[in-house]
């Protein structure tokens, strides 16, 4: 097949149809109709508020978690933001990748460029193209579509492009995009002379900083602790998804046309998921009933909606467009979105600031509920850093300590997980008086049940040939090897315990002071609670339960009354009471 019909094959969405001479005239008014009625139907577009625009100082700029730190309790109510950093790259990204990994090509995946009906028949799907490219390679292809269409392969105003990718995808034809996406490599140079590659904020460094927990974390997963590039050409997009673990994620433009982004607080996740469920998937293509399917069909990566659905529900939903040079930084459990305006070439990863803790307690427990292999085990990272944390000398002055009040998302969640360890434990013991202790375990066990990552304790029986975790009771209870098991444990788990209730005597006494974050903090630990309680009435009642602890590290003690593990009615009403006068500042300042 020639060179030139074959690209117009591929790329019919963007190709112009000819018409016949009769039907010309019959169809102009028709055109005009329909062309008067997408543009009524595409104002939502200006109803939709913008995320806040950071431009930090170059002191600022020094630490890029404690940045995030100090933005958090703004910023995380958009569930991304832009930060416009006060250094630039010195190496264009062409030059770096050409000089640092010689012989560079990637593979995109196909996109087609209209909505999913989300049937059985209709699912959408990103195929990996037959056809691999060079950097430059991949450019001329997309410069040559976005010329084709708009005469030039230059910037055009961001809301003229907003208008017109909806549209395409309005239109619902044939035509598809190639995206590059989770490309392994960074474009981050390794020049001594490049003040933005040396400094913190280069990707390839970031997830592993002193303030990130995935320091903690040994292995190397791409996309994860590793960065990965993104190679976009005109209306390549990104799908609705959640990170990995409700992780943050930052994201840096190194070069091309803008990306327009949609972003989700995580405090409406919930309800973005039912209205996904109710508005986006038809309940055949779902492997289980509630949000749950949602959840893992959004896991795909591959649904694409507008987000007037989310307007008209009364989802917020924010937006932004990234220009070259600037990162944005998605928060815990924010859903986003977008696509590209032209050609552009970025970069992501994710990292792990303190106040992520609550969210990973909470991904964490749904993982099991749905069976869902964990990327990086939650478990051990909260211990280590609990355990770092408790080692430290503590401050008696809290109002100089920056990391007060969000040390409070490492000490709550721990607390939490060595009570349900405790308790589930000590109900183990109850059920069989011969049960064999050992102290030996050093690492995380993956359960062969859950495929929770059990970093305290597991137990081994004779009726399994894997491990599984502490938490299964019915399965525990009608252990069919006449009880012969044996329970694995940390040798510093009475140490964990002490330290834990520590952690609870502080929180219960509730320091205050701080650096003003004391009711952001409240209000991420009280979302993520929620959210977990949310989740949990719309499930059905787990195989993986202990009778005792929800998804949100909530502890339900042995006589059914439920309260945060270790933290007092007092400090839970005191939180209560910083929130409520917070929506009040915030009504008054509405008004």
Known sequence: MPMKLKQKMEYSSFSSHKQSPKSSKSTKHLKAFHADRTNDDLEWTNQITECPVYHPSVEEFEDPLRYFQQIAPEASKYGICKIVPPLIPTAPTGVVIKKEKPGFRFTPKVQPLRFSKWTLNDKNSFLISSKSYTLRDFEVMANRVSANKYCLSGCLPSAYMEREFWLEMTRGKKGTVEYGVNVDGSAFSSSSDDHLANSKWNLKKLPRLPRSA??????????????????????????????????????????????????????????????????????????????????????????????????????????????????????????????????????????????????????????????????????????????????????????????????????????????????AISYLKSLDRSLSILSNLKESVSCSICKRDCYVAHVNCNCRVDPICVFHDKELSNCTCGMNRTLSMRGDLPKMKNVAKKFEDELSQGHKGGVGGVEYVDTKIQQSNASARESKRTRKQRTCNTGKVNAGGTHVNMTGKRGKSGISSRMRSGGDSRLKEVNKKCRKRAS
């Open 214 to 423: 995935l320091r903690f974390f040994e292995n190397d997963i791409p996309g994860v602790t590793d960065p990965m590039l993104y190679i976009g050409m005109l209306f390549s997009m990104f799908a609705w998804h959640v990170e990995d673990h409700y992780l943050y994620s930052i994201n840096y433009h190194h070069c091309g046309a803008p990306k327009t982004w949609y972003g989700v607080p995580g405090s409406a996740a919930d309800e973005f998921e039912k209205v996904i469920q109710n508005h986006v998937y038809t309940r055949e293509i779902l492997s289980t009933n509630g949000s749950e399917g949602a959840f893992e069909m959004l896991a795909e990566k591959t649904t694409m909606f507008s987000p007037k659905i989310l307007l008209q529900n009364h989802v917020p939903v924010y937006k932004l467009v990234q220009l070259p040079g600037e990162f944005v930084g998605t928060f815990p459990r924010a859903y986003h979105a977008g696509f590209s305006h032209g050609f552009n070439c970025g970069e992501a990863v994710n990292f792990a600031a303190r106040d992520w803790f609550p969210f990973g307690g909470s991904a964490n427990e749904r993982y099991a509920f749905l069976q869902k292999k964990p990327i990086i085990p939650y478990e051990e990272i909260l211990c280590k850093e609990a355990m770092l944390l408790s080692s430290k000398n503590p401050k008696k002055d809290y109002t100089c300590d920056p990391d007060a009040d969000f040390n409070r998302f490492v000490k709550g969640p721990f607390a939490s997980l060595i009570h349900k360890y405790d308790d």
